[in-house]
């Protein structure tokens, strides 16, 4: 009885296992009813000379009605929704496939497919997604050295300073993922032979180490910067000018 009780159960752990899902769930949630309101409003994203991260490279095109954001983000957001440590997290917090370690998937068993059926083989394209996403990302350092040339010469605003550390963020998120470590360093089966090749795949390998902070502060990064001139746009605050 006791072991038949074990197999039925969700899971013997009785530490609060649940919490982890649950905050992830909310911050990922709230991020995409946020993210998805910016993209869709197609209003309050630039206030010279700052441009909102969700609509770089601005792209004004007469055979598109909608909102140019719509027109880049599919990189990010496809480069983010395939990354391998989100994979974890919202498999985790939304599809509870597991919710976690030791914790019985809410799936019934013997239907897991893994990622070989649509949608989830999307998954297996995060690499093109990466690249894709490097485009944007070279774009957002472009609008962060913009962000220096104010209407009176060269400054340095609060504005500016937020989105050059919104960019680093991003960069180092991007730097630091699987897909990148397989660029520098994948496909070589003798290190010695390519010493700088190996060197860089030492380096990416220590940011991957911290791949998953990266991906949280990034994240929350670039939902600040575009809050940030949100509210200067609206005029609910004003940039602070250091220079």
């Known amino acids: 009885m006791a072991n038949g009780t074990a197999q039925n159960s969700i899971t013997l752990r009785t530490d609060a296992w649940w919490i982890s899902p649950l905050i992830t769930a909310i911050v990922l949630g709230s991020f995409g009813i946020y993210s998805t309101w910016r993209a869709f409003s197609n209003v309050d994203f ?20 909608f909102s140019p954001a719509l027109l880049i983000l599919w990189a990010p957001l496809g480069f983010r929704a395939t990354c391998y440590y989100y994979r974890k997290a919202y498999y985790r917090s ?4 597991p919710p976690g370690c030791a ?78 470590r397989h660029l520098v360093g994948g496909k070589l089966d003798v290190f010695s032979k390519c010493p700088t090749r190996f060197r860089l795949w030492e380096k990416v390998s220590g940011w991957n180490e911290n ?31 250091f220079i």
């Open 103 to 180: 914790v019985k998937p809410l799936a019934k068993e013997g239907s897991y497919t893994g990622e070989s059926k649509f949608p989830f083989i999307i998954q297996n394209i995060h690499r093109y997604f990466f690249y894709a996403a490097g485009v944007v990302l070279f774009f957002l350092w472009v609008d962060a050295f913009h962000a220096l040339w104010f209407a009176d010469g060269f400054g340095i605003g609060l504005g500016t300073i937020i989105l050059f550390v919104n960019v680093l963020l991003l960069s180092m998120y991007s730097l630091s993922c699987h897909s990148f």
């Open 211 to 241: 791949h998953m902070l990266w991906a949280w502060v990034s994240l929350f990064s670039v939902a600040l910067a575009d809050l940030y001139i949100f509210l200067l746009a609206k005029g609910i605050i004003t940039d602070v000018r």
């Open 46 to 65: 630039l206030v010279q000379p700052y441009l909102s991260p969700f609509y770089s490279p601005y792209i004004l095109a007469s055979w598109w009605p």
């Open 94 to 97: 939304f599809f509870l496939a």
